[in-house]
């Protein structure tokens, strides 16, 4: 199984609302990324997990909140957004993040819509 | 700041051609540099190269690293309808965190 699945696909979402993006692999990886992409420009990196602890946090508001369960699961919950962080994200893992770890497995994504 | 530039923005050929996709880098503390191939959502690994002037090749898909002049390409030879995607190239550095510093990427088309 060398896939990274996610949930749902599509999303929309009110202002007010509070929703979870989740994010499942089961290739042994211990580390898991969030990121997101705007409609024709490149993914931009957002959180790191290694060991299931949060080990780079991009900047990124705090309407955006992560959480890692354990080992293969990865959440991104979200709160009170605002219509620009419509966009793609993307989950994705990897061995470790050590050298010769950079092959990222990237899931199919969840599209947002904040109306 | 890291720097990730790809060029053409876009290009549409036909089937049959070959095409050469272009990325230029500005990685602080460089340690590798890869290329995906974005279709619909999901970025699918192509290729990591971390040493100068050895080509990796996939079939009709090779590329090479340039460490001194800071580029890397992709070609694609025998270009078919099923290589339409955007492709993205990503620079890591070596802070220890995988984080891939993305281009804009390069939108291929190829007509029949």
């Known amino acids: 199984d060398t896939e990274v699945t996610q949930t749902p696909k599509h999303l929309v979402m009110g202002m007010t609302n509070k929703k979870s993006l989740k994010c499942e692999q089961h290739?042994?990886?211990?580390?898991m990324y969030w990121y997101k992409q705007k409609a024709k420009k490149p993914p931009e990196l957002m959180f790191v997990?290694?060991?299931?602890?949060?080990?780079i946090n991009e900047s990124v508001p705090s309407r955006f909140s992560p959480e890692c369960p354990n080992s293969s699961l990865l959440n991104l919950h979200l709160h009170a957004l605002q219509p620009e962080d419509s966009a793609l994200y993307l989950c994705?893992?990897?061995?470790?993040?050590?050298?010769?770890?950079?092959?990222?497995?990237f899931g199919s994504g969840t599209q947002l819509s904040v109306l | 700041e890291d720097k990730v530039v790809q060029s053409p923005l876009s290009l549409v050929v036909h089937e049959g051609d070959t095409v050469t996709l272009n990325c230029s880098y500005e990685?602080?503390?460089?340690?590798?540099l890869l290329w995906y191939k974005q279709e619909k959502k999901a970025p699918t690994f192509l290729f990591m190269l971390?040493?100068?002037?050895i080509e990796k090749k996939s079939g009709r898909l090779s590329s090479i690293l340039d460490k001194k002049e800071l580029f890397s390409i992709l070609n694609i030879t025998a270009t078919q309808t099923g290589d339409s995607a955007v492709y993205l190239c990503?620079?890591?550095?070596?802070?220890?965190?995988?984080?891939?510093?993305f281009g804009t990427g390069t939108r291929l088309t190829v007509i029949p």
């Open positions: 971390t040493s100068s002037g």
């Open positions: 990685v602080t503390n460089f340690r590798s």
């Open positions: 997990y290694s060991y299931e602890k949060l080990s």
């Open positions: 994705a893992s990897s061995p470790t993040w050590d050298r010769g770890s950079e092959k990222l497995f």
């Open positions: 990503a620079g890591v550095d070596q802070t220890g965190a995988n984080n891939l510093f």
């Open positions: 290739m042994g990886h211990r580390a």
